[in-house]
């Protein structure tokens, strides 16, 4: 039974049920439940969405790219980078804490920005594959470099098992390319000041080559 049938047939019992002083209003609250639960039918999909406490990436398959079903489409995102990325990320045990905690902060992060975007994206009832690539790609930014776990503070050797995780053709990428000029950009004016910005900076040079 749904949740939907569970308060019908809750609201049908009210009539048979012995008189009270608090009879009217048991059924306005519930009254109040059913409607609730008619005006908001994104609300349980959105939880359905929402990642996990400890750091997975399950829900690209079980539930973004269920919702937007873009296999075989060009800009398809959630199991081509999304879910492929974020298993390379946890698969490698390399990191330092900082390192893990940048790791598990922006995973979660993309995570909710996506599941977010992606409500917003099926309130008409279709799924544009090529605006949530979009998406996520300017998200990865705001993720990566987000305050308090920024990809910017972390040590050359975090930053070294960064660039194994990252494939050759994803560095070609054009919508690729401009999220790394982009996080190259904000970390040379935000990364510490003790060799890291220049570090920072011959990196964003070496992007801006043609």
């Known amino acids: 039974m749904t949740r939907w049938e569970n308060v019908t047939a809750c609201l049908s019992t009210i009539g048979d049920r012995?008189?009270?002083?608090?009879?009217?209003?048991?059924?306005?609250v519930l009254a109040l439940v059913a409607i609730l639960f008619l005006a908001a039918?994104?609300?349980a999909a959105q939880s359905a969405c929402a990642p996990t406490p400890d750091p997975s990436c399950a829900i690209y398959e079980t539930c973004f790219a269920q919702r937007c079903p873009c296999e075989g489409h060009p800009d398809e995102y959630f199991r081509s980078y999304g879910s492929r990325y974020c298993s390379r990320f946890l698969e490698n045990a390399g990191f330092t804490a900082a390192g893990r905690a940048w790791r598990d902060g922006t995973l979660r992060c993309l995570q909710e920005r996506i599941a977010l975007e992606l409500e917003e994206d099926l309130s008409d009832g279709n799924c544009d594959c090529a605006g949530m690539r979009r998406f996520a790609f300017q998200t990865h930014v705001a993720c990566y470099t987000q305050p308090g776990g920024s990809i910017c503070a972390l040590p050359p050797g975090d930053l070294s098992r960064i660039g194994q995780v990252i494939e050759a053709p994803e560095m070609l990428d054009p919508l690729g390319q401009a999220q790394m000029l982009e996080v190259a950009r904000i970390c040379t004016l935000t990364a510490p000041d003790d060799?890291?910005?220049?570090?920072?900076?011959?990196?964003?040079?070496?992007?801006?080559?043609?």
């Open 18 to 28: 012995p008189a009270s002083p608090t009879g009217p209003w048991l059924t306005a």
């Open 41 to 43: 039918p994104g609300a």
């Open 195 to 210: 060799g890291r910005r220049a570090v920072w900076r011959g990196f964003r040079s070496m992007l801006s080559l043609p």
